[in-house]
T-cell receptor, first 113, second 114 residues
Framework: KQEVTQIPAALSVPEGENLVLNCSFT??????LQWFRQDPGKGLTSLLL?????REQTSGRLNASLDKSSGRSTLYIAASQPGDSATYLC????????????FGTGTRLQVTL | DVKVTQSSRYLVKRTGEKVFLECVQD?????MFWYRQDPGLGLRLIYF???????EKGDIPEGYSVSREKKERFSLILESASTNQTSMYLC?????????????FGPGTRLTVL
């Protein structure tokens, strides 16, 4: 079964810390992997999309890596700020699934002052 | 920037009512999706559409139908709302290209069925 897992479910860090969020997937046959941010009661905001042929993507303080062979992606957040507090979701587009994404259940991040 | 809008942020309906949730995107995307999100269950796909008048069932289509008469608009219909359909409903869209299908989401509709 094609699944996506995110561990831990929740994380609390002090402001300024660099942190890594993890995403694992069960099948290396993917088109791409997408990271999202969701604030409470809001929709999802796309952060980064990594194609299967890419190793990483960067946007500002965010860097996402992809290792298909091990079925893992990480989202690195540099110099965390209280405004980074949100739930972070990863989603995988597995081949053979039309345009559907398979979502993880997310990591809820709190950055404290 | 891609913009996906949903007709309501909050909606309260009674059991048995017919409910329409509307979604509009402004980037000429071929694909549109309806999800529901519940605590502990994550995002679950209800229906998606890859072209006008085309639709496919997602993982939990029971109790729902959809309509896509125009490319930019995708409607989710609850024929007879029930309390177990109380949820956050999220619409998304993406280009049709299989190898580049970044999904963009709307702000969500919080539906409560009493």
């Amino acid at each position: 079964k094609q699944e996506v897992t995110q561990i831990p479910a929740a994380l609390s860090v002090p402001e300024g810390e660099n942190l890594v969020l993890n995403c694992s997937f069960t099948d290396s046959a993917i088109y791409n992997l997408q990271w999202f941010r969701q604030d409470p009661g809001k929709g999802l905001t796309s952060l980064l999309l990594i194609q299967s042929s890419q190793r990483e993507q960067t946007s500002g303080r965010l860097n996402a890596s992809l290792d298909k062979s091990s079925g893992r992606s990480t989202l690195y957040i540099a110099a965390s700020q209280p405004g980074d507090s949100a739930t972070y979701l990863c989603a995988v587009h597995y081949t053979g699934t039309a345009s559907k994404l398979t979502f993880g259940t997310g990591t809820r991040l709190q950055v404290t002052l | 920037d891609v913009k996906v809008t949903q007709s309501s942020r909050y909606l309260v309906k009674r059991t048995g009512e017919k409910v329409f949730l509307e979604c509009v995107q402004d980037m000429d995307h071929e694909n549109m999706f309806w999800y529901r999100q519940d605590p502990g269950l994550g995002l679950r796909l209800i229906y998606f559409s890859y072209d006008v008048k085309m639709k496919e069932k997602g993982d939990i289509p029971e109790g729902y139908s959809v309509s896509r008469e125009k490319k930019e608009r995708f409607s989710l219909i609850l024929e007879s709302a029930s309390t177990n359909q109380t949820s956050m409903y999220l619409c998304a869209s993406s280009l049709g290209a299989m190898n580049y299908n970044e999904q963009f989401f709307g702000p969500g509709t919080r539906l409560t069925v009493l």
